[in-house]
């Protein structure tokens, strides 16, 4: 089994900047892809960002330029640093753990990111 527990969500300006943290823990195999996903009021599950082990990266057309992930292997931890945050990014953000060799998903319990004045 695997866990997976989020910090850094809260508050902030439209403008400013947040850094999303993600542990994992448990049964994880050195191969795999963490990302992070969020979903807004009414709506339904999107990707944000993803990583592989071997650090490819992937983000959503919404966030290029704005938001960058990046992991560290030693301590099974993601991260998401946003900038230049819009009312829009306004989401509960969840992490993501995908291990290819168990063919299984894993989430987090999800961390709220407000962007208003």
């Known amino acids: 089994q695997v866990q997976l527990v989020e910090s850094g969500g809260g508050l902030v300006q439209p403008g400013g900047s947040l850094r999303l943290s993600c542990a994992a823990s448990?049964?994880?195999?050195?191969?795999?892809?963490m990302g992070w996903y969020r979903q807004a009021p009414g709506k339904e599950r999107e990707l944000v960002a993803t990583?592989?082990?071997?650090?490819?990266?992937n983000y959503a057309d919404s966030v290029k330029g704005r938001f960058t992930i990046s992991r560290d292997n030693a301590k099974n931890t993601v991260y998401l640093q946003m900038n230049s945050l819009k009312p829009e990014d306004t989401a509960v953000y969840y992490c993501n753990l995908y291990s290819p060799t168990l063919g299984a998903h894993y989430w987090g319990q999800g961390t709220q990111v407000t962007v208003s004045s």
């Open positions: 448990g049964s994880i195999f050195r191969i795999n892809v």
């Open positions: 990583i592989t082990s071997g650090g490819s990266t």
